[in-house]
């Protein structure tokens, strides 16, 4: 039913563990500290694990009563950097890391509440020294990265017949809107809504709307 402009474009406490044994060749001695005395995630951020969301730093959370606590820690000694909090409600996935912008710095997602089908999405980005700050919130069934353009979009349903794919770029103030395009498949019509980042941006308005039209 939906094409490309609907479709997916898309702590616990640090664990320290016990000293280890006197290592028993030259490439154990040179191993990172870190994979000696942090309890690292094996696949995504996971409860009660760090994360590496750098060379240096990782990321740590454990659920709290309606939200998370997340710690930024070094990942040579466990110290910590940076901690912040952020709320939840119903949502059924926890927190996850991805480059949303395509710049090589990984976003922390954090699902608050879902009604529907849409969930909304509380977005923090990396700035200085990879700390985290709030970015902003989206509201959709499928947050996912454009690729070829480095827009963050998410797709949205009001109803069944009207669907909403809006898309964002991330900036040093957060989520700015580029675009939201809605489609109302009972009228057979579309409407496009051009946010403050769309001039800048490389698309086109008559494209995107006939794209959209062609589909109903």
Partial sequence: MMNVYWSALGVVSLTLLGACSQPSSSSEADAPAHSARLAMCGDGLAEGCVEAVSDTKGLIYSATDGGYEFRLLALEDGAEL??????????????????????????????????????????????????????????????????????????????????????????EDGLVLVYQLDADYADAACVLTQGPAFEASSHDADLLLNGCEAEL
């Avoid at 480059?99 to 954090?110: A, H, K, V």
């Avoid at 989206?138 to 949205?156: A, C, H, K, Y």
């Fill in 82 to 171: 940076q901690r912040f909090g952020e709320e939840h409600g119903n949502a059924v996935s926890g927190p996850s890391l991805e480059d949303l912008d395509q710049d090589g710095d990984l976003e922390l997602i954090i699902p608050d509440f879902t009604g529907n089908v849409n969930t909304v999405y509380r977005i923090w980005q990396q700035v200085s020294d990879a700390r985290f700050e709030p970015a902003g919130e989206v509201s959709g069934f499928d947050l996912t990265p454009d690729v070829q353009t480095g827009l963050i979009g998410i797709s949205s349903r009001g109803s069944a017949v009207q669907y909403s794919y809006t898309t964002h770029v991330l900036t």
